[in-house]
């Protein structure tokens, strides 16, 4: 492996590109969220063009993009076909016998798997702007427990720090909250200490051997500030949504894009009719438009049959009947957020590509 030098940088596609569209979105939000204090920092209340914003077209949309990688790719459909027939089996199944229990262990144990997936996603980008790194298995060490820590921490903090939060994951009630003062003390101290060893690791690459990762100290730095700010330090839906679903939705489309392009253009048989649409020089506005579109109609199926809170949004699925039924809602529900929960657990396949990324 060629060892990083400060002149190169493992970039992902270009410097332009990964900056905007990968590493930019948490300090882009995180300003955002600063420049508003009032309307951000304790409110529960969202503007409903906000929440269409944030919900619609980047959390929920990031979900199906999952689809360009798996069911709307054929070759790599070809790769793992049981894995992706058996997984959105398992998860309805799964979610239904969990709703028949109790609809609140449907939501915590789909909240607590949507936490493992944001948690791992930020791992993921550590490594994929690592590969190029010649360093010792401490130093690795010590990289993953900064990442580790800059997400682990601030939800320590939200589970025992003794007091209800303005937001939620998904559902009031989905996370178990404790109040559990001695936890958050060790916890903090490890904060500490893991932030000043990254930031002594990263001074000393950098005097000793003349490196320095810029994209893989962006995503530390960003996955620190965050994290930290988006749960611990602001207590409003908005600024906990808009730090959460910016630095995780976007750079994650974004991922997607740059590297099924990338294979359209290297392999013939990547581009098929569909790939070409989706994958060709202007194919990302079919990208992000058909992603929009599958997102928008999962949420009006949810605000029509479930949740009647965005009427005004979602005006073709108004007419639809509320469902009031315990039975019908255990097999309606689970299929709803089935989207979600198969994207949770595909990820954790899709992304094994370690030779792939050595490029």
Not at 303 to 330: Q, T, Y
Request: hydrophobic letters at 50%.
């Amino acid at each position: 492996m060629e060892q990083l030098k400060t002149g190169t940088q493992p970039w992902v596609k270009n410097s332009l590109t990964d900056g905007v569209f990968i590493l930019s979105p948490p300090f882009i939000a995180l300003l955002t969220v600063a420049l508003f204090p009032a309307q951000f920092k304790n409110s529960a209340l969202m503007p409903v063009q906000y929440w269409v914003v944030l919900i619609v077209m980047i959390d929920v949309a990031h979900v199906y993009s999952t689809l360009y990688r798996t069911y709307f790719n054929p070759p790599e459909f070809k790769k793992q076909p049981h894995i992706l027939i058996a997984v959105p089996l398992f998860c309805y199944i799964g979610g239904v016998m969990l709703y028949l229990a109790g609809g609140i262990f449907f939501w915590r144990l789909l909240a607590y798997l949507a936490v493992y997936h944001f948690i791992r996603q930020q791992y993921g980008f550590l490594r994929i702007y690592s590969r190029r790194e010649n360093q010792t298995s401490l130093l690795k060490y010590i990289d993953n427990t900064a990442i580790y820590i800059a997400t682990i921490y601030p939800l320590l903090y939200w589970h025992f720090a003794g007091y209800k939060k303005n937001f939620n994951w998904f559902v009031n009630g989905d996370f178990v909250l404790f109040h559990f003062d001695g936890l958050l003390i060790a916890a903090k101290v490890i904060y500490l200490l893991s932030i000043a060893l990254f930031i002594i690791k990263e001074v000393w690459l950098y005097i000793k051997k003349q490196q320095f990762n810029l994209p893989k100290n962006m995503v530390v730095l960003g996955t620190f500030l965050s994290w930290y700010f988006g749960i611990v330090y602001y207590n409003g839906d908005m600024a906990f949504t808009t730090l959460n679903v910016v630095s995780h939705g976007i750079p994650y489309m974004a991922l997607v894009w740059f590297y099924e392009q990338k294979k359209f253009t290297g392999q013939k048989n990547y581009q098929t009719g569909f790939m070409k649409l989706t994958f060709s020089k202007y194919g990302v506005l079919s990208f992000i438009g058909l992603l929009i579109l599958f997102a928008y109609v999962e949420e009006g199926l949810w605000d029509g049959l479930i949740w009647k809170e965005h009427v005004s949004v979602f005006r073709i699925f108004a007419g639809l009947p509320s469902i009031n039924s315990d039975m019908i809602l255990a097999l309606t529900v689970p299929l709803l957020a089935l989207p979600q929960s198969t994207h949770y657990v595909l990820d954790g396949f899709i992304w094994r590509m370690r030779k792939q990324q050595e490029a």
